[in-house]
């Protein structure tokens, strides 16, 4: 994480809600990640319940009631520009059924940081409530905001600019047969045991 920003730790760390909080959502994002890190070390020590921590169970349940719920600044204001409705409780007005690909789907996805704040953005101002992802849709978000964000890297012999699709499972996932049938994420990858 040598020069990355904080953003990273949006899904990185479940220590982002507390430190979005402290510092705000912009800054958040914009500090390098290490110094994040160092202040996770100061506040709760270099542990996996310190600095160390990855994803926990409060980033997808509430503690009081262990309810689904949406935990990501990022996701939440994705969602509400395809259409949802924001909520306080759980992020975003979606049903359980719903809510149980929502949960993943806030750190498994196509993403970029803006130009100057490092805000983590995804690509979705296109793509409608309920409908599937087309990944024209994504190329044509690009293709809007080229100006402001040209791309990820710069191909060495070509010398094209290049859009690094970083882990787009939610793209992908949301026009393929489970989707279509109803399956949601966890269905598979957190059965009930």
């Known amino acids: 994480f040598k020069g990355q920003p904080g953003a990273c730790m949006n899904c990185h760390s479940s220590w982002a809600p507390k430190l979005i909080r402290q510092i705000g959502w912009i800054p ?19 542990s996996e319940y310190g600095s160390q921590l990855g994803g926990a169970c409060a980033d997808c349940h509430s503690p009081k009631d262990m309810s689904l719920r949406i935990t990501r600044p990022a996701y939440i ?25 929502h949960v993943c789907q806030q ?4 993403y970029y940081f803006k130009k100057d704040t490092n805000e983590l953005t995804f690509p979705w ?16 978000f690009y293709d809007v905001i080229r100006q402001f964000f040209p791309g990820d890297w710069v191909h060495r012999e070509t010398g094209a600019v290049m859009i ?8 992908l996932f949301s026009s393929g047969v489970h989707a279509r049938s109803g399956v949601a994420c966890a269905d598979c ?5």
């Open 77 to 101: 204001k994705a969602m509400v520009a395809r259409g949802y409705r924001e909520d306080p409780v759980q992020g975003i007005v979606a049903s359980r059924a719903e809510m149980r690909s």
């Open 164 to 171: 690094k699709i970083q882990h787009p499972e939610t793209e």
């Open 125 to 140: 101002s296109q793509w409608p409530a309920g409908e599937a992802l087309r990944i024209e849709m994504i190329e044509a």
């Open 28 to 46: 958040f994002n914009n500090t390098p990640y290490m110094e994040l890190v160092a202040k996770l070390d100061s506040e709760h020590g270099n």
């Open 107 to 110: 750190c498994h996805v196509e």
């Open 189 to 193: 990858h957190m059965p009930y045991m």
